[in-house]
C-alpha cells in the first residue's frame, strides 16, 4: 500500500523515505496497523492527525486503531501503583472522615525529604483554594514554612496573611512570624502579624496584652480568617512541641498526663480530638480551637508515620477539612481508626467476606485472672532469675542486679512496659543493665521505680537512662531523672531510636526504639562496667543508637490477656511492615512475599542509611516478636547472611531468637549494627543475665537462656 509522505514531527527525528519518495512501513511495525498506529501514538508521542497522514488513513481510523487494540489488549494503560495506592487512599481519607478534599503524595525511596514534598502538595492545594478577597490565618511549623517555601501563584487582590499564633524570638527558621511571611510574600498579600509572645508568663498578663488596642485590631483580623493552613504536631520527644522551646516541660507533662495526642495551633487534644484542659490555657496566645473550626477552609498539611495519633485526633475532631497527607501515614490514620475495606482497595481485590471471619474469635492463653497478669508474672520471673537480679525493696516494678553496681561505677538503668520479654528484665546482670523499671503492659513504668533503680544503681559516678524514644517512657523518666537529681545523682539520657521506618531520614531523632535497644543497651552496660565516665558512656550509647538499624514485619497482630482478641487483623495473605513492639499496625500493609523477599525489603531500607563499605564488619539480631519460631528465624538469617556476604560485610557477631518480643505476635525484625572498633571491643566484653551469657572477649561466644 502506498502511503503519503509525512512532516518529521516537532522536535522529533524526520522519516526517510523510500524508493521514489514513498514512506514504507517500518519493518519493526511488520504488518500490524495496530501496532503501527499504538507505536507512533505512545512511543513516539504523534498526534492522532500526524498517525493518519503518516499511515495514510483518516483520523476516525486511527482513533479506531487506538480502541481496537485497548479493547484486544495489544495496549494496555497502568497508573503507577504508588500513585494509585496515594489516590485510593485519598479517597477513603475523603469519604471516611467527611472531608471536602483531601491530596495523598505517595511513598517513594526517601530521596526527597518528606517535608519537602508535604510542602509542594500544600502548595498546590493552596494555590487551587486563595482568591482575591481572602483571608489566611497561618500557623507556624516545619511544613507550613516549606508549603511556603514552594507556593506559586499570579498575584491576586485584596489578600490578607495573618499569623494565628502569638510569636517567638527563638532562633530556628519556621517560627510563627517567619512562617507567616513566607506565605505571603508567595501570594504577595498583606502580612498581619501577632505581636505578642504565644505564651505570656501569666493569665494576667495574657488580659493586658488583649486589652492593647493593637493585638484586639490583630485578633480582629484573624477572626475574619475565611481559610486557613496549620501543621499537625506530635507529641514524641523530638517533635517541634518539644523543640521549639514553646513550651516549658512541666506544663508539657501535665497534659501527656491528662491524654494529649497532639497540637495543632498551639492548643492541645486528645485522641478523640476533644481539648485538653491544663496550665497554659489561660497563658497561650493565638486562635482557639473553637475559632480554627469555624474557619471555612481548613488546610491540615503533616506527615510521618509518628504523627498518625495526632492526625487521626485532629480529623476526629473536624479541626481539618482539607488534607495533604502522605500514602503511609494517611493508610496508617485509616487503620488506626478501624478502616478495614482499604487493603483490599491496595492490592485491587474484589470485597468478599469480612476478614474477621477467617480467624478465630479468641485467643487461647495460659492464664488465671487476667487482670494479675503482669504481677503473676513477675512472680515467676523473680523466682527463676533469683541469680541475676532482686526486687528493690518492696516493689517488684524495680529490679536491680545482685552483682551490678558497685562504688566509683557508672549506673546503668533501662525501663519500659511488659509485654516485651525477655527484653528489659532479662538484660539485668552483670557487666549488662544495673536495674530495670517495668509498667504494665506496653505501658510506660512510672517515675517513682524509675527513681528508686536510679537511687539503687548509683555508685557515685552518675546514672545513665537507655530507653525507647516513646512519649510516656520521656515523660516519666524526664520526671524521674529530676527527682534522682534532687538526690544529688547525675542523670544522662540517651533514647533508642533504631527503627528505620517510623519516621523519614531527615526525622530521624522521632523513631521509635525497638528490638535494636539490645545491641544499644549491651554497649552501654559494657561501658559503665569498664570503668569509663559518665560523659565517655553517653558518647558511646549515641554511637551505638546512630549505628543501629532496625526494621520490623508482622503476619497476625498480637492479643491482649484481658481481652484475648487480636488488636487488628491481617488479612490472610497480607504483612505488616514497619511493624512496632506495641502492637501497633505497621507502616504500610502489602502482600505477604517469600521470606527472602522479605528479608530483600528489610536489607534494601537498611542499606540506604547504613553507608557500609567492603570489609566492614556488623553485628546481626534476628528477632522474633514472639510466636515466630526459630526454624523460620533461621530461614531468615541465612538471607541475611547472603545479603551481607554479597556486599562484602563480615558479620562479627550474631544473634537468632526472643530478645524483644510484643506478646504472642507472629512476625520478626531484624537489627543491624554497623560496627567500629570500639564497638566491636565493648559487644565482646564479658556479661551474664538470665538471657546472655558472653564468656570470651575474643569469641564474642553467646547463648540464650
Known amino acids: 500500500m502506498a502511503l503519503k509522505t509525512s512532516a518529521a514531527r516537532k522536535g522529533g527525528p524526520g522519516r526517510g523515505n523510500g524508493p521514489e519518495g514513498i514512506d514504507l512501513i517500518p519493518l519493526r511495525y511488520g504488518d500490524d496497523p495496530y501496532v503501527w498506529a499504538c507505536w507512533l501514538y505512545y512511543e513516539d508521542g504523534m498526534t492522532q492527525g500526524e498517525i493518519a497522514e503518516a499511515m495514510g488513513v483518516s483520523r476516525a481510523t486511527v482513533n479506531s486503531y487506538l480502541a481496537d487494540a485497548r479493547e484486544k489488549g495489544i495496549v494496555n494503560i497502568s497508573i503507577e501503583p504508588a500513585r494509585l495506592a496515594s489516590l485510593t487512599i485519598a479517597q477513603e481519607l475523603k469519604r471516611h472522615f467527611g472531608l471536602a478534599d483531601c491530596l495523598v503524595v505517595p511513598n517513594d525511596d526517601d530521596s526527597r525529604p518528606l517535608i519537602g514534598r508535604l510542602g509542594a502538595a500544600g502548595a498546590q492545594a493552596l494555590s487551587k483554594m486563595i482568591k ?40 530556628f527558621n519556621y517560627t510563627p512570624e517567619l512562617t507567616t511571611a513566607a506565605l505571603a510574600r508567595a501570594i504577595s498579600a498583606r502580612c498581619v502579624n501577632i505581636t505578642a509572645p504565644a505564651v505570656v508568663a501569666s493569665a494576667q498578663m495574657h488580659d493586658l496584652l488583649f486589652a492593647e488596642p493593637l493585638i484586639r485590631e490583630q485578633f480582629d483580623t484573624l477572626a475574619r480568617a475565611n481559610r486557613i493552613v496549620f501543621g499537625i504536631s ?51 496566645i493565638g ?108 516493689s517488684r516494678r524495680a529490679l536491680v542486679a545482685r552483682n551490678g553496681p558497685r562504688q566509683g561505677k557508672v549506673g546503668l538503668v533501662i525501663g519500659g512496659g511488659t509485654g516485651h520479654e525477655p527484653c528489659f528484665v532479662g538484660y ?16 510506660s513504668p512510672p517515675p517513682d521505680p524509675i527513681t528508686k533503680c536510679a537511687v539503687a544503681a548509683s555508685g557515685g559516678a552518675g546514672v545513665l537512662f537507655v530507653y525507647g524514644n516513646y512519649a510516656g517512657d520521656v515523660m516519666n523518666f524526664e520526671m524521674a531523672a529530676e527527682l534522682a537529681e534532687e538526690q544529688g545523682i547525675s542523670i544522662r539520657t540517651v533514647l533508642t531510636t533504631d527503627d528505620v521506618v517510623s519516621s523519614p531520614v531527615e526525622d530521624k531523632e522521632g523513631r521509635r526504639g525497638v528490638a535494636g535497644n539490645f545491641f544499644v543497651f549491651k554497649v552501654a552496660g559494657a561501658a559503665c562496667d569498664r570503668g569509663m565516665t559518665l560523659d565517655e558512656c553517653e558518647a558511646v550509647t549515641r554511637k551505638a543508637n546512630d549505628r543501629t538499624f532496625t526494621v520490623g514485619v508482622a503476619l497476625e497482630s498480637c492479643s491482649m490477656p484481658q481481652t484475648q482478641r487480636y488488636n487488628f487483623e491481617i488479612g490472610p495473605e497480607d504483612m505488616e511492615l514497619g511493624m512496632g513492639i506495641h502492637g501497633e499496625p505497621g507502616v504500610s500493609r502489602e502482600r505477604i512475599r517469600t521470606a527472602d523477599e522479605i528479608v530483600d525489603t528489610i536489607m534494601d ?66 537489627s543491624i549494627m554497623h560496627l567500629d572498633r570500639e564497638l566491636t571491643d565493648l559487644l565482646h566484653h564479658p556479661c551474664q543475665t538470665a538471657i546472655l551469657t558472653i564468656n570470651a572477649p575474643e569469641t564474642g561466644s553467646a547463648t540464650q537462656g
Open 234 to 284: 506530635s507529641l514524641r520527644p523530638n517533635s517541634t512541641i518539644h523543640t521549639s522551646g514553646f513550651f516549658e516541660s512541666l506544663p508539657l507533662q501535665h497534659y501527656l498526663a491528662k491524654g494529649a495526642a497532639g497540637v495543632l495551633a498551639g492548643r492541645f487534644i486528645d485522641e478523640r480530638g476533644r481539648p485538653v484542659a491544663g496550665p497554659l490555657d489561660d497563658r497561650t
Open 287 to 394: 486562635i482557639s480551637l473553637e475559632m480554627l473550626r469555624g474557619i471555612g477552609t481548613r488546610v491540615a498539611v503533616a506527615g510521618g508515620f509518628d504523627k498518625v495519633p495526632a492526625l487521626l485526633a485532629a480529623l476526629r475532631g473536624g479541626y481539618a477539612n482539607v488534607l495533604v497527607t502522605d500514602a503511609a501515614t494517611g493508610a496508617g490514620i485509616l487503620r488506626a481508626d478501624g478502616v478495614t475495606s482499604l487493603d483490599g482497595k491496595l492490592s485491587q481485590r474484589q470485597k468478599s467476606a469480612p476478614v474477621a471471619n477467617s480467624y478465630r474469635t479468641r485467643v487461647k492463653k495460659f492464664l488465671n485472672n487476667p487482670n494479675d497478669v503482669v504481677e503473676e508474672m513477675l512472680d515467676g520471673l523473680i523466682a527463676a532469675h533469683k541469680p541475676y537480679l532482686q526486687p528493690i525493696g518492696t
Open 132 to 171: 482575591s478577597g481572602d483571608t489566611l490565618a497561618v500557623a507556624w511549623g516545619r511544613t507550613v514554612l516549606s508549603v511556603g517555601e514552594h507556593l506559586e501563584m499570579a498575584p491576586l487582590q485584596d489578600v490578607t496573611v495573618v499569623q494565628a499564633t502569638g510569636g517567638t524570638t527563638a532562633s
Open 428 to 443: 539485668v546482670g552483670k557487666g549488662l543493665v544495673d536495674a530495670v523499671a517495668l509498667g504494665n503492659i506496653f505501658s
Open 605 to 670: 531500607t537498611i542499606f540506604k542509611e547504613m553507608k557500609a563499605e567492603p570489609g566492614d564488619r556488623v553485628a546481626v539480631l534476628v528477632n522474633s516478636f514472639g510466636a515466630t519460631p526459630l526454624m523460620e528465624l533461621y530461614i531468615l538469617f541465612r538471607r541475611v547472611a547472603q545479603r551481607l556476604a554479597a556486599k562484602n560485610i563480615t558479620i562479627e557477631a550474631n544473634w537468632i531468637g526472643h530478645y524483644c518480643t510484643s506478646l504472642d505476635m507472629v512476625g520478626a525484625s531484624i
